[in-house]
């Protein structure tokens, strides 16, 4: 096992309805430690930077909408095999394809204010959290 960093977002529809608290327990009671974190509203321009990779397809739009749309809580969680805890923990995108405790299955509206995201790599989880950190604001 390998100790990781990834990134991720607790979105507006999860901030909105005070939901930071009990997702952020969900990390730490899994092991997951936090070495950075911080809570922003994206504009229109860093969301369509930061979800680049999504620009041709059909729900882009509605995306970059979606997440500036209200306040963000961006992390940074480190541990053993951060990425696939993380993944696991959170749930399938689709909240009602989502395993019964996952963040997803309990707390999304929809497969679009689905409440968190997370790296899917370890080269996204690279850059996700270039994006958002400087080095100096994440604890070694």
Do not use: W
Request: proline share 3%.
């Amino acid at each position: 096992m390998s100790i990781e960093r990834t990134l991720s977002i607790i979105k507006p529809d999860a901030t909105r309805r005070n939901l930071i608290g009990k997702i952020i327990a969900r990390f730490e009671d899994a092991g997951l430690r936090i070495v950075g974190q911080k809570q922003l509203q994206l504009t229109r321009k860093q969301a369509e930077k930061f979800y680049f990779v999504h620009a041709e397809k059909s729900f882009f739009n509605n995306l970059c909408e979606f997440i500036i749309s209200g306040s963000i809580v961006v992390q940074v969680l480190e541990g053993e095999n951060a990425i696939s805890l993380n993944r696991k923990i959170i749930g399938a995108t689709d909240p009602s394809n989502a395993i019964p405790g996952t963040i997803r299955a309990d707390f999304a509206e929809s497969v679009e204010a689905n409440s968190v995201h997370g790296s899917d790599s370890p080269e996204n989880a690279t850059n996700e959290i270039a994006f958002f950190f400087a080095q100096i604001e994440i604890i070694n």
